[in-house]
Every structure is written in C-alpha cells, then in structure tokens.
C-alpha cells in the first residue's frame, strides 16, 4: 500500500446498513444479517491516491466502499494504464480474489478521500465454514455483481468485435452464424 496515512476501525451497525443497502445486489441483506455481519467488517480510510491493492498481489480481503471512490485498472506490459472501472459508494471489489483464492486481477487506487468497509479472506472463510448464512447470502450477491460484469464484458467484446468489420474472423462468423457456411470448414484461428 502507498505510504499515505490508512486509519482503520470497526464500523458501525449504521453504516454498515446504509452500505448494503444502497448496493441493489446487497440490499436483499436484512438487518439480522447485518447484525452478525458488523462483526467481521472492518473500515479503513483513505487519503486521495493510495493503492488499496495492486494487480498480482494476494488477495487478502474484499471491500466495499462506504465513500469516496475508486479507479480500477490493469496495466499493460509498457506500464499503460488501462482501466477497467470507477466505483463509488456501495461499489464492491476484490471478490474475485476472494471466491477465486487468486491474487488481485487488477490495481485498485483512490480517487479521493475514501472510506471502505472490508472482510478478511481468513473471516471470510471462518463464516463460511461455520454456515453463517448472511455470508452465503452476500456470496449470492457477489455471484450477481460478478454476473453483471461479466454481461457487461460480454457485451463490450461484441461492441468491439461487431465494429471491427474489416477483421476476416468477424466476417466468417457472421458467415456462420447466417447459415452461409459450415462451421468445420473455416479456420477462424
């Protein structure tokens, strides 16, 4: 992490329940839920411009933001960043790395001054292993976070494709998908 002041504290139960209640994935999370969840968050503040995470680091924890917001990127092999979000309050991140056991697939920074709340992968996995139901209830809810990205991806890449005419792979799918060739006879490698 940047050298930048962190401070850390429990959260409160209240500000747990406006978080996952403005997060429509999360809002399905009620109150008892919220009660056993407080526990196990912790909050940790941000000055404008620190790393929460860098792309290839463990994966230790997953965040959600209470405030302020976050710029998510990759960077390529010539140090060009390359982002992928901005997420602000309710925003989540780093589940991937915590469902997965996978180190982090992208850089997380701070826009400004930014507050998240966050679970531990090892209280992730205690919950878990114990049948917590509210942290099944907010792996659901990762699930269809994940789900939307993955729609919005999807549709990103057929924006790129579709657009990319000129590109003989593109035409021969188009080829395949209208019924205008077999699909074993083109080489679309």
């Known amino acids: 992490m940047a050298s930048h002041k962190i401070t850390e504290e429990t959260p409160t139960i209240e500000e747990c329940r406006r978080v996952f209640s403005t997060n429509s994935f999360l809002a399905e999370i009620n109150d008892s839920d ?14 404008a411009g620190t790393i929460i995470f860098f792309e290839e680091d463990p994966a230790d ?3 959600l933001i209470s405030s302020g917001a976050v710029e998510v990127f990759k960077s390529d092999e010539r140090g060009k960043k390359l982002p992928l979000a ?14 997965n056991n996978v180190p982090r697939t992208a850089t997380a920074r701070t826009l400004n001054a930014t507050r998240v709340l966050y679970l531990t ?9 114990n049948g917590t139901v509210p942290v099944y209830r907010m792996v ?29 792979k593109f035409e021969q ?8 060739a077999d699909p074993s006879k083109i080489n679309i490698r």
Do not use: C, W
């Open 121 to 129: 992968t090892t209280d992730f996995s205690h919950a878990l292993h």
């Open 86 to 99: 901005i997420l602000r309050d309710s925003g989540l991140l780093g589940e991937i790395g915590l469902l």
């Open 34 to 47: 919220i009660q056993t969840l407080t526990p196990l968050l912790r909050a940790r503040n941000f000055v």
């Open 140 to 168: 659901l809810a990762f699930a269809r976070i994940l789900a939307q990205r993955l729609s919005a991806a999807d549709e990103k890449l057929f924006e790129l494709f579709h657009n990319n005419t000129r590109d003989p």
């Open 61 to 63: 924890a997953v965040y």
């Open 173 to 180: 799918l188009e080829m395949i998908h209208a019924g205008k």
